[in-house]
């Protein structure tokens, strides 16, 4: 008698079976593509170019989940957007001081 008052008052869980569900992979390496457009149009054009393909091949080592290739091209991409944006900006403001210290000169020129 003490087995059927036993069983009568053990609680059976439910069990319930899961499947995992495939977890997206988030790449780990920036790809600097919207960088490596703006730096080949607004600073230095050739380094902006190689910036640009290095950035598509970073996106494709990630596609192909090539962490290793992913990993070097993305850096060669980063340090190709910093060469061309820092040259741009020299190149701007070297263009500006010429643009006006020659007008300043053609200026005084035609005071005369």
Known sequence: MESDTKNSYEHASPVINVQPEP???????KDYLIWSICSMICCFFPIGIAAL??????RDAIYLQNDTVAAKHSRTTYQLNIASSVIGIVMYIVVFILY?????????????
Do not use: D
């Open 53 to 58: 393909i290095f950035s598509v091949k970073t």
């Open 23 to 29: 977890v997206a992979r988030l790449p780990q390496h």
């Open 100 to 112: 006006f210290v020659i007008g300043m000169q053609i200026y005084h020129k035609g005071m005369q």
